[in-house]
T-cell receptor, first 111, second 112 residues
Framework: SQTIHQWPATLVQPVGSPLSLECTVE??????LYWYRQAAGRGLQLLFY??????ISSEVPQNLSASRPQDRQFILSSKKLLLSDSGFYLC??????????FGPGTRLLVL | GENVEQHPSTLSVQEGDSAVIKCTYS??????FPWYKQELGKGPQLIID?????GEKKDQRIAVTLNKTAKHFSLHITETQPEDSAVYFC???????????FGTGTSLTVIP
């Protein structure tokens, strides 16, 4: 069966520090991968999606970036975090269009 | 682009009663409408979905209806149980893109 992992589960970082969140998927190949952000009390905002290694589409201009170095690995990064980057970050995958399975999420607090 | 609105934002029901959550969408080209359940501190889980060529779909106590003319779709939960308490999100997939547009969520509380 397919499994999606995210780490770390929680993270507290100072403003201006770098960020690296990792997502890996097991039990499937060539998945579509997604990064979403969920602010407190808000819906899900699509940040990036990838249909293959090295292929990244950005939906929202921001100081975040994403990379897909391997088929089942998706990384969300930032060189300098802002206060507004705080939120709940969710990785998701699907075999077709749109996210079908979400990971457990990373709660990021930028102070 | 697509715009999905979801109502109500919060909903409380007595155990055993029914709960209904409604969403509207703006892009008539949207053709796939999933619903997700998110428990506290966890990622959303896909619980049911419906495609634009179907008017209703049922899975045990959960059903989803779609009115393409009015561009709205609804989630119905019957015989609610405390474990149904969670935040529910609707979404719409546009036929023109590779992304979902999510509603802002409904926090459902089932009171024992």
């Amino acid at each position: 069966s397919q499994t999606i992992h995210q780490w770390p589960a929680t993270l507290v970082q100072p403003v201006g520090s770098p960020l690296s969140l990792e997502c890996t998927v097991e039990g499937t190949s060539n998945p579509n991968l997604y990064w979403y952000r969920q602010a407190a009390g808000r819906g899900l905002q699509l940040l990036f999606y990838s249909v293959g290694i090295g292929q990244i589409s950005s939906e929202v201009p921001q100081n975040l970036s994403a990379s897909r170095p391997q088929d089942r690995q998706f990384i969300l990064s930032s060189k300098k975090l802002l206060l507004s980057d705080s939120g709940f970050y969710l990785c998701a995958w699907s075999g077709g269009v749109g996210p079908q399975y979400f990971g457990p999420g990373t709660r990021l607090l930028v102070l | 682009g697509e715009n999905v609105e979801q109502h109500p934002s919060t909903l409380s029901v007595q155990e055993g009663d029914s709960a209904v959550i409604k969403c509207t969408y703006s892009d008539s080209a949207s053709n796939y409408f999933p619903w997700y359940k998110q428990e506290l501190g966890k990622g959303p889980q896909l619980i049911i979905d419906i495609r634009s060529n179907v008017g209703e779909k049922k899975d045990q106590r959960i059903a989803v209806t779609l009115n393409k003319t009015a561009k709205h779709f609804s989630l119905h939960i019957t015989e609610t149980q405390p474990e149904d308490s969670a935040v529910y999100f609707c979404a719409a997939l546009s036929n023109t893109g590779n992304q979902f547009y999510f509603g802002t969520g409904t926090s459902l509380t089932v009171i024992p």
